[in-house]
């Protein structure tokens, strides 16, 4: 208030008050923030018996409403700007919200927090109230974010703690509100900075110290399966599509090893049908029959005398021509070089060295061209390519520069761009009377690249982008909407359980359709996954 004599201290205006049996209101002393935090194990130490005096500030209060009746009933025509009724009345609103909560009926308890801080809104008007009428405002805002809380209205809850943060920036109840809010809210890294506040206040406060392990918990769990998705993605037996080539590879040889068993089974069952066959011809000539084992051993000794004999013939016949060509080179004529003079061989030429037409001096086994074949060589000057005529390789391999497939990185993110925002805009799904369907990309942000490496092809891609849906029934009635987010598209993260997020409603279903829609919207989900998968295997055929 604008005069002195609205902003008196409570604890005076209370005074004035008619006496009562019960505990008055200005004897209760201004807590501090840490005395109306309780530190109870459980998250009950937050709900909304903040005080122990509230049974009888109830008291109090009804005894001062009992005595003023006949005022009560002119409240419907006159507004009420007495402080002493305000804050009284504010009182009975936050004791009638802790009955509410206590019995269950969240709606009325919400309703009474609301309208308890609507009455003291005057009296701290730019936060500058008197304590007593703070603490109560404080114990208002924070309760009722409690009930929004609990009614799963987790933006109202924050917001609301926001405002009582804004009455008392180091309140660790107000600031524990907020941090569970936006924790729900997907705001894990806000929440954390609440919960380190609301410590450095109350270090021993259970319930904060259990929110803060609870998140670095969850933190730790969302890593792990992070670093186990990287791992999937580039390990060869991962299904990333990193490495088709290894797994085409790994195919193969494993083919081959079972066409080699299954050749060895066939060999084996020849062999026994062979040495059944031997068995029943001993035993007609009366011999006993012998042991698959004894027979294999036999057949394999026969084999090796064979192959021995063999090798034998074969060194046999080569020491022959052997010396049938020592015999042919003895009985050849020999040939004698005269010493002459007329012998036209230079011997200075044996030194290793010439003189060229030029007169430059070169080696002896080095081959002067005539002028009739450098007329047909041409001209070898060097000369500068035409980048014009070099091929860019598009949709095939390595570019004519890099014939020989070393490395080459050719960036793909323009396409890339295009044909993800194609796919993802493609998405519809249809479930009983709902038909869902993305309706626009929106912030598709990233880079795309083909890598050759030893003449083998990388595929590399890192896309984040948040999407805008709607659900509509056959009427075409707008059912619900809403956005999805994508934050990891890329190549080490692609699998059929691609990361989206699914943001709050932009319209919320209502009636009897919520269940039906919240099933459309999940069925969305998954085919906007099948997107994704569709536009790796174009990216793969394109390139």
């Known amino acids: 208030m604008a005069s002195k004599e609205t902003t008196a201290p409570v604890a005076d205006v209370i005074n ?42 109830t008291s109090s209060s009804t005894d001062n409403n009992n005595n003023n009746s006949n005022d009560s009933k ?11 009724n305000l804050i009284a009345q504010a009182v009975v609103q936050k004791d009638e919200g802790n009955t509410h909560f206590k019995s269950g009926n969240l709606s009325l308890a919400s309703r009474s927090y609301r309208k308890g801080t609507s009455l003291l809104k005057d009296l701290n008007h730019g936060n500058s109230g008197d304590d007593q009428v703070k603490a109560l405002l404080l114990s208002l805002q924070t309760n009722l974010s409690m009930v929004c809380f609990k009614q799963n209205k987790h933006q109202q809850s924050r917001d609301v703690a926001s405002k009582a943060l804004g009455v008392d920036g180091t309140n660790v109840k107000a600031l524990y509100r907020r941090a569970v809010a936006n924790r729900k809210l997907a705001d894990v890294d806000a929440a954390r900075k609440d919960l380190r506040e609301a410590l450095k206040h109350d270090p021993e406060n259970r319930s904060v110290q259990r929110e803060l392990i609870s998140i670095k918990k969850e933190l730790e769990q ?33 083919e081959i090893k079972q066409a080699k068993n299954l050749e060895k089974k066939e060999a084996l069952k020849k062999r026994k049908i062979e040495w059944e066959e031997v068995c029943v011809q001993r035993m007609s000539r009366g011999e006993e029959a012998i042991t698959f084992q004894d027979w294999d051993a036999e057949r394999k000794k026969k084999i090796d005398q064979d192959e021995k004999a063999i090798k034998k013939l074969k060194k046999e016949g080569d020491e022959m021509k052997r010396a049938e060509r020592q015999k042919s080179t003895q009985n050849s004529p020999t040939i004698e070089f005269s010493d002459s003079d007329d012998d036209e061989l230079d011997m200075k030429q044996f030194r290793g060295y010439k003189k060229t037409s030029d007169g430059r001096t070169t080696s002896y086994f080095s081959r002067e061209q005539t002028e ?96 805008s849906y709607k659900i509509i029934n056959t009427e075409e ?12 598209i890329s190549s080490g993260a692609i699998s059929d359980e691609l990361e989206v997020e699914i943001m709050r409603w932009g319209v919320a279903p209502k009636g009897d359709c919520v269940e039906l829609v919240t099933a459309c919207r999940e069925e969305l989900v998954d085919q906007v996954r099948s997107q994704v998968l569709l536009f790796v295997r174009a990216f793969n055929s394109q390139y």
């Open 16 to 57: 004035e008050l008619p006496p009562s049996t019960e505990t008055p209101v200005s004897n209760l002393p201004a807590k501090k923030d840490d005395e109306m935090l309780n530190t109870t194990q459980d998250d009950s130490a937050y709900d909304c018996g903040d005080d122990g005096n509230s049974t009888n500030s």
């Open 74 to 84: 002119t409240e419907t025509t006159e507004i009420e700007t007495d402080p002493i």
């Open 222 to 254: 969302i890593k792990s399966r992070q670093k186990i998705g990287l791992a999937k993605a580039f390990s060869s037996k991962g299904g990333s599509f990193l490495y088709n080539d290894k797994e085409e590879e790994e195919r193969k040889k494993l």
């Open 372 to 467: 009739e074949e450098k007329l047909l060589q041409g001209n070898i000057t060097p000369q500068r390519l035409d980048t014009s005529s070099i091929t860019s390789g598009e949709g095939g391999g390595a570019s004519a520069w890099n014939q020989a497939g070393t490395w080459e990185e050719r960036n793909t993110s323009d396409w890339c761009c295009a044909s993800l925002t194609s796919f993802l805009e493609q998405t519809i799904v249809q479930i009983g009377d709902c038909d869902g369907s993305v309706e626009e990309v929106k912030d598709l942000t990233g880079e795309a690249s083909v890598a050759f490496v030893s003449g083998k092809k990388r595929y590399v891609f890192d896309y984040h982008a948040s999407l």
């Open 477 to 488: 009635e707008v059912l619900a909407s809403g956005d999805l987010h994508l934050p990891d």
